[in-house]
């Protein structure tokens, strides 16, 4: 068979086949892998019951296939586990020796049926079984989620229990400052954390983002919402705040680098946007860069100043976005840093993704009769046709 398939290979031929026989080809192909996984397992089966790890110096069968195979540890653990699995899964073998369902596919239904209380684990393998050749992996972990549920709901239950015990959120950052985070939440918080992330990470119109990139703005909306609040905890007697030390010479000229109070470096283009609608805290240093004096915070939007800007932008001004006051942000539109003044003239309000936007990709806005406009980059319209958002101006919107 494999000289076949290099033979196969070789010819560079599967351009000849079109529609249906092509895609026969690809299920055939699929059928070949599931078969050849499922060989594998079995081979591997024999490895281990003839001591082969112990003799190789290996821990245990995963080890010996990942050093031999070569192969990810998850696929090595996955076939481990079949091999003690499969014996007591005729069902679930025979399928998987058919070639019609995947390694994948046999490790999820075995999975459940070792979750089950004994005198149901047959209903439950026959039933998975049953529909597994016809749903991928994802699907079929739903209907086992499902089968469990309705022949198992203690069992399901205390997974729920589990998943708050186990429940956790690690952060740390890379060699470039960006913030990672892994999380696991139980059952109950991560509906609410989906309800609220999809909701928020839409597809807006002209939206050129990844789906990663709309969940991790929809993320930082999220944040930003929560810092805007007035009930949040205090950390010694403050509420939670982002720190950054900057010259003020290098944050004029957007030149260098500032920190943060985590002492992570920070380029002073990213301090300049972080200022055009946070509080600035003026600190006085010495020649050793001690604090001298502290000054108060200043020049942000004032509250009557931001009920003003809901009512005439109401939320983010960018052409076709939709976004809420409440989750918009203040941007001057001269920069304070450059003279201009914090009223209502000057400033627009504007969602976290298009302040990064007006900050990075060389939009401009100007005032025509009170009514914020947006003139694009030539990049993205050779004519540089001014737009509004059809929510203030429906006669103009793009």
């Known amino acids: 068979m494999i000289e076949s398939l290099k033979v196969h290979l070789g010819h560079r031929d599967a351009y000849r086949l079109t529609g249906d026989a092509l895609l026969e080809h690809l299920r055939e192909h699929e059928t070949i892998l599931n078969l050849?996984?499922?060989s594998a397992i079995e081979v591997a089966a024999e490895a281990e019951s003839q001591g082969?790890?112990?003799?190789?110096?290996?821990?245990d069968l995963a080890v010996l296939l990942r050093a031999t195979l070569k192969i990810a540890p998850e696929d090595a653990n996955r076939r481990s586990r079949l091999v003690k699995q499969l014996p007591s899964l005729e069902r679930v073998r025979e399928k998987l020796h058919a070639g019609v369902i995947s390694a994948r596919h046999a490790q999820i239904i075995a999975d459940t049926v070792a979750k089950v209380p004994a005198k149901k684990?047959?209903?439950?393998?026959?039933?998975?079984?049953?529909h597994a050749p016809r749903l991928n992996p994802r699907q079929l972990m739903y209907a086992a989620k499902v089968t469990r549920a309705h022949l198992d709901p203690e069992g399901t239950y205390r997974d729920e229990k589990e998943g708050v015990a186990q429940r956790s959120v690690?952060?740390?950052?890379?060699?470039?400052?960006h913030l990672h985070l892994i999380g696991s939440f139980d059952t109950l918080t991560g509906q609410k954390i989906q309800a609220l992330m999809h909701a928020l990470a839409k597809k807006r119109p002209g939206d050129d983002r990844t789906?990663?990139?709309?969940?991790?703005?929809?993320?930082?909306?999220?944040?930003?919402?929560?810092?805007?609040?007035?009930?949040l905890p205090t950390n010694g007697g403050e509420r939670p705040q982002v720190i950054v030390t900057i010259s003020y010479t290098d944050l004029?000229?957007?030149?260098?680098?500032?920190?943060?109070?985590?002492?992570?470096?920070?380029?002073?283009?990213?301090?300049?946007?972080?200022?055009?609608?946070a509080n600035i805290l003026p600190v006085l240093l010495g020649g050793e860069g001690r604090p001298l004096d502290v000054g108060r915070n200043n020049r942000t939007a004032t509250p009557a100043m931001r009920k003003a800007l809901a009512v005439r932008d109401k939320g983010c001004a960018f052409p076709g976005c939709d976004r809420p006051p409440a989750w918009t942000e203040a941007h001057h539109v001269v920069h304070w840093l450059?003279?201009?003044?914090?009223?209502?003239?000057?400033?627009?309000?504007?969602?976290?993704?298009?302040?990064?936007?007006?900050?990075?990709?060389?939009?401009?806005i100007t005032f025509h009769h009170g009514i914020p406009t947006f003139t694009p980059p030539k990049w993205v319209d050779p004519d540089q046709t001014p737009m509004r958002n059809i929510r203030v101006d429906g006669g103009l919107a793009a």
Not at 121 to 130: D, F, H, I, N, T
Not at 263 to 268: M, Q, S, V, Y
């Open 338 to 364: 450059h003279g201009g003044d914090t009223k209502i003239d000057n400033l627009v309000s504007l969602c976290s993704h298009h302040h990064h936007v007006m900050h990075d990709e060389g939009w401009k």
């Open 36 to 38: 050849v996984t499922a």
């Open 170 to 177: 690690k952060m740390g950052t890379n060699e470039h400052g």
């Open 52 to 59: 082969l790890p112990a003799r190789e110096g290996c821990k």
């Open 121 to 130: 684990a047959e209903a439950v393998e026959k039933e998975l079984c049953r």
């Open 252 to 277: 004029m000229a957007s030149l260098g680098t500032g920190y943060t109070a985590w002492g992570d470096p920070i380029t002073a283009r990213l301090v300049r946007q972080i200022a055009c609608d």
């Open 211 to 231: 789906t990663e990139q709309r969940y991790a703005d929809a993320f930082a909306e999220v944040i930003d919402l929560a810092l805007a609040t007035k009930v």
